[in-house]
């Protein structure tokens, strides 16, 4: 069974940093492109992070990375701004987007 599991969201202060894990079973992200979107409440969801690069709005203070041996997508995020709460989001697509699963987010709040 294809899944991905997103972990490590929280409360954390302006300026604070946190980092996202997205683990994957049943596939090998090795395979696949890898990204981070994020959605607000009231927002669309965006890409945050991916093979392309980085949103504006989080450029120079986001980082993706993977773990290919632990079969992981990583998203370093620092200098967090209250701007940044949103529920963060895995996705994993095959060439020519013919398999696209999402795993079912993790909350990140920023907050004083």
């Known amino acids: 069974q294809v899944q991905l599991v997103e972990s490590g969201g929280g409360l954390v202060q302006p300026g604070g940093s946190l980092r996202l894990s997205c683990v994957g079973s049943g596939f090998t992200i090795s395979a696949y492109f890898m990204s981070w979107y994020r959605q607000a409440p009231g927002k669309e969801r965006e890409l945050v992070a991916g093979s392309n690069g980085y949103a504006d709005s989080v450029k120079g203070r986001f980082t993706i990375s993977r773990d290919i041996v632990k079969n992981t997508v990583y998203l370093q995020m620092n200098s967090l701004k209250l701007e940044d709460t949103a529920m963060y989001y895995c996705?994993?697509?095959?060439?020519?987007?013919?398999?696209?699963?999402w795993g079912q987010g993790t909350q990140v709040t920023v907050s004083s």
């Open positions: 996705n994993a697509k095959s060439s020519f987007a013919t398999r696209n699963y």
